[in-house]
């Protein structure tokens, strides 16, 4: 039954990449960065970190965006700071995502002393104004590691998502069918995992990609402001390392801005696919042409 | 009135959070940083504002937790923060205030202009569906969201500083002029403040602009609209004054809790720019291994940003019956 179900909205899912341009445009971008993050060396002509060619060069063949003031290739330190900033996406979206979900539905599902305790603390934690809460962190843990930098990133980023959740789960509550799963005599664990967070699939989807939307900006602020571990291969240490050689007034532009394209691109791929599902779970978003098709192919 | 009550007490829950968790973070990092600096201070500080930083960043350690987390609650209330360690030995609290107004200038009227832009935009979006802005605007916008906004400062600096050499790059005003209330320095000012204050409306509007063009969308479909357009209304006072005026509520809040970070600066934009407001000041201050600045400039903001989103909810229940009456 499970399964079934789980197969069903994979389908569904696959069903509504192929469907909307949205969601494809930015599947494909997100699943080309991660093959890159996965292989990086495919990727990358050179050794990212080795200061070995000629310093501030410009557009060659050689080095198709050129190197760095300290001799490296700009290209090849791109392509292997895929990694750190997808990984940042995947793990804290993934556990901010996980924090939601069970703080959220826990709170609706048990009102009561539970759902006050629980609303009043993501409240709380929604309206500390985040940023600066990161930046005062990160100065006192003195050049933070990637965990450490996840860490900030999921304590801080679960709230929004909870709240959304258990909005979206309290008026599932009080449906027929799940009074009906109730009055059957069905466990706690089977009418929350089996009835209610299935219909709450693409909600839950679309906080994922706002999670790792917000860290991958989040963290990239960080690094460029140099409360990153400076050492690490990522676009935000290349931003770094560029602001600091004033690689904007020594003519090498596309050291400091093609990181930032990179970030964007990325960015913009898990915007894109969060648009489309949040259009998937509020059909009133839908662009009208589409709708206006359909009217007359009926 | 109940609702009012309720929200009060979220204030000063959230409040005493936010001091809470200030004093705890110093306390529980490995190897406390702010000592060695601290160390340097001593025998030069004058005794009552040595004790206020001791307390505030868990140093010394020759009192209970308890009691020292009482000090630091009366210390915070009644403003005594200490002295500041990079600016030394200017009190934290006019440093802060050196810096307030260029924040307040800048991102101030910038996130204002972006309001009112981006909501304009969103509600014509959605009041046309299926034009040309409605087809435009969101997926612009989108992508435009995605980009660090730190790094729109850099691309604005290198196109309309260094190549076309429109602006200048850096600072709130050009060093060689003093600071008067003068035409030729005001000008200077705000001659300074456009590109910056261009970077913050464009990566501020496009939220606004989607927000309320989602809200938009809700209350178009709303039957009293349909009652107002079957009286044969003017379009136009439609949709401002029935349509628009309902959209706009929800995203009050949203409004508010950015004015309340006007006080923090938009903080990377700032440090882009050199731009001397609160949020340069705040990296400055962990640069500098400032941490009594930096405890300050967060509390400072944290309270901004709480007693805005507290005034809008005055404001949401003084405008909106549905919440005064639900809970």
């Given at each position: ?6 197969r ?36 990358t ?14 557009l ?6 050129g ?13 292997a ?12 979206g ?17 009102g ?100 790792a ?34 690689a ?49 192919a009926? | ?32 940083p ?53 600016y030394?030995?200017?009190?934290v ?5 050196r ?17 009112l ?38 691309l ?95 995203n ?19 440090f ?5 407001g609160?949020g ?17 400039l ?30």
């Amino acid at each position: 039954m499970i399964w079934r179900n789980a197969r069903r909205s994979l389908f569904a899912a696959w069903r509504f990449l192929l469907r909307d341009k949205k969601a494809m445009v930015g599947s494909i971008i997100l699943l080309i960065l991660i093959v890159i993050s996965a292989f990086p060396s495919w990727f990358t002509p050179d050794d990212p970190s080795a200061d070995i060619y000629n310093p501030g060069v410009g557009l060659s063949w050689a080095h198709p965006l050129g190197t760095t003031s300290f001799g490296q290739d700009v290209f090849s330190q791109l392509m292997a700071g895929t990694r750190q900033s997808v990984m940042i996406a995947l793990v804290v979206g993934l556990i901010s995502t996980v924090l939601s979900v069970v703080v959220g539905i826990t709170a609706a599902y048990s009102g009561g002393l539970v759902d006050d305790t629980l609303s009043l603390i993501t409240d709380v934690i929604l309206v500390i104004p985040t940023f600066p809460l990161i930046i005062v962190i990160a100065a006192y843990t003195k050049s933070a590691s990637f965990w450490t930098i996840v860490f900030v990133l999921v304590v801080t980023g679960w709230s929004y998502g909870a709240r959304q959740l258990r909005v979206q789960a309290l008026s599932l509550r009080n449906r027929d069918y799940l009074l009906a799963a109730r009055a059957r005599g069905e466990a706690s664990w089977y009418i929350i995992g089996v009835e209610l967070i299935p219909p709450m699939t693409s909600l839950i989807v679309a906080n994922f990609l706002g999670a790792a939307l917000y860290a991958v900006l989040a963290a990239a602020g960080l690094q460029f402001v140099g409360l990153g571990n400076v050492n690490s291969e990522s676009w935000g240490t290349m931003l770094y390392w560029a602001q600091n050689n004033e690689a904007l007034s020594a003519g090498l532009p596309l050291w400091a801005l093609a990181p930032g394209i990179m970030i964007a691109v990325l960015g913009s791929a898990l915007a894109l696919l969060n648009y489309a599902f949040d259009e998937v779970s509020n059909p009133a978003l839908r662009p009208v042409t589409t709708k206006r098709r359909k009217k007359v192919a009926v | 009135m109940r609702f009012l009550v309720r929200r009060l007490g979220f204030l000063l829950i959230a409040l005493w959070a936010a001091l809470t968790v200030n004093f705890f973070i110093p306390r529980l990092m490995p190897g406390n940083p702010a000592e060695a600096i601290l160390a340097q201070f001593h025998g030069r500080l004058n005794p009552n504002s040595l004790k206020a930083i001791e307390v505030a960043l868990g140093i010394g350690g020759h009192q209970n937790l308890f009691s020292s987390y009482l000090e630091y609650l009366r210390n915070t209330v009644t403003g005594n923060f200490g002295v500041s360690t990079s600016y030394f030995p200017v009190p934290v609290t006019t440093v802060i205030a050196r810096a307030l107004p260029w924040s307040l200038g800048l991102v101030g009227v910038s996130t204002v202009l972006g309001f009112l832009i981006g909501t304009a935009l969103g509600a014509v979006a959605a009041w046309r569906r299926g034009g040309w802005l409605d087809n435009v605007l969101p997926p612009s916008f989108i992508v435009i969201s995605a980009f660090p906004y730190f790094w729109v400062g850099l691309l604005s600096i290198w196109l309309f500083s260094l190549t076309l050499n429109w602006f200048p790059t850096l600072g709130g005003y050009t060093e060689t002029a003093t600071p008067a209330l003068t035409w030729g320095f005001v000008g200077d000012v705000l001659w300074h403040a456009v590109l910056p204050a261009f970077t913050i409306l464009l990566t501020s509007v496009g939220g606004w602009i989607l927000t309320m063009r989602n809200n938009m969308i809700t209350v178009v479909a709303e039957d009293y609209v349909k009652m107002a357009r079957a009286k044969g209304l003017r379009p136009r006072r439609i949709l401002w004054q029935y349509a628009g005026r309902n959209a706009l509520l929800p995203n009050l809040t949203g409004f508010a809790m950015s004015l309340g970070f006007v006080i923090s600066g938009a903080i990377l934009v700032e440090f882009v720019f050199n731009y001397p407001g609160i949020g340069f000041l705040l990296l400055q201050a962990v640069s500098a291994e400032d941490y009594p600045l930096m405890q300050a400039l967060f509390l400072l903001i944290t309270v901004a940003v709480l007693v805005a989103i507290f005034i809008s909810d005055v404001a949401t229940a003084l405008l909106d019956p549905r919440t005064r009456s639900s809970r």
